[in-house]
């Protein structure tokens, strides 16, 4: 399961269904162009704390559909209603995905007994590997090595997904667990997080410039800093731009750009205003 991932977007039409031509373009576009190892369906990117459950079972289907056995896929399951993220555990698990994963629960302040059995009742509901979704500046939910541990104890638990900017907290897992899967998930920090030997990364804006997050990866893990500083400092140029334009929209008209039918976002996120998608398209010309 080491490897490149993208963060797979979602295209939707005008009305918030989706775009089932629209996602296959942009499955084959991060197999075949970008070269991805793997799709992680569903998560942040795929904004899925945005739409239905029939709409995320939708997803799945088309994307192991068009994805085959080409690439690994993970299945993001997590969500508030704990039946919900069960039912898409095993759904997405009886389809052949590789591995599912959760977002630690957010907005009540769960404590970490209740976060612990969040993810043992998704466990026990299936026979697949789970990686723990970590985003603390988006859920608010920080935790410690110590918890890290208690969850890593469960065999079933391969890894996680460390989308926060504590490199700190990052070595201290990777050297106390070092048989587990650590995703580095901030696209701006690869270098850092890979410097720190993780095994792979997990990225939105790998559907544009997966390319070069391959480079840094491979660079940093040959030892070539001086060179994969470089690409991280090509890559961050553009990533500043998305973030200053808009992230998931930004990408999105990216992608449209290069002729993948990356659709809209979902309300309440906006999509582009004209100015907003000239600016995306001048980003694409000057940072890709
Ligand atoms: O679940 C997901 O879609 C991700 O993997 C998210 C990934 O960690 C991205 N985080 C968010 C909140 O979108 C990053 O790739 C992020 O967009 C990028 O580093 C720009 O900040």
């Known amino acids: 399961m080491k490897g490149l991932y993208t963060a797979l977007m979602c295209s939707f039409d005008e009305k918030g269904n989706v775009n089932e031509k629209g996602l296959r373009e942009i499955v084959r576009h991060n197999i075949d162009v970008q070269q991805m190892d793997g799709l992680y369906v569903n998560g942040?990117?795929?904004?899925?704390?945005?739409?239905?459950?029939?709409q995320k079972?939708?997803?799945?289907?088309?994307?192991?559909?068009?994805?085959?056995?080409?690439?690994?896929?993970?299945?993001?399951?997590g969500a508030l209603n704990l039946d919900e993220a069960v039912e898409l555990a095993k759904y997405a698990t009886d389809l052949g995905y590789n591995a599912i994963s959760a977002v630690t629960p957010f907005y009540y302040k769960f404590d970490f007994e209740e976060i612990k059995d969040y993810y043992n009742t998704i466990l026990n509901s299936v026979d697949n590997d789970l990686i723990i979704y970590s985003i603390p500046a988006l859920t608010g939910v920080n935790m410690n090595l110590e918890q890290?541990?208690?969850?890593?104890?469960?065999?079933?638990?391969?890894?996680?997904?460390?989308?926060?900017?504590?490199?700190?907290?990052?070595e201290r897992i990777r050297h106390a667990y070092p048989e587990k899967l650590i995703f580095s998930g901030f696209d701006e920090m690869l270098l850092s997080a890979s410097v720190l030997n993780v095994d792979g990364a997990i990225g939105s804006t790998f559907n544009v410039n997966g390319q070069r997050a391959r480079q840094i990866f491979e660079l940093a893990q040959e030892g070539r800093i001086d060179e994969a500083r470089d690409v991280q400092k090509a890559t961050n140029d553009l990533i500043a731009g998305i973030l200053d334009n808009g992230l998931y929209p930004t990408i999105k008209e990216m992608l449209k750009y290069k002729g993948v039918d990356a659709g809209f976002c979902r309300k309440p996120m906006k999509s582009l205003s004209e100015e907003g998608i000239k600016r995306a398209q001048e980003i694409a010309d000057k940072h890709l």
Do not use: C, M, R
């Open 44 to 54: 942040s990117t795929g904004e899925n704390f945005l739409i239905s459950l029939a």
């Open 148 to 170: 890290f541990g208690e969850l890593f104890e469960n065999d079933k638990v391969i890894g996680v997904k460390f989308t926060a900017p504590d490199f700190f907290l990052l």
């Open 57 to 77: 079972k939708q997803i799945f289907d088309i994307v192991k559909n068009e994805a085959g056995d080409d690439v690994k896929l993970i299945a993001q399951v």
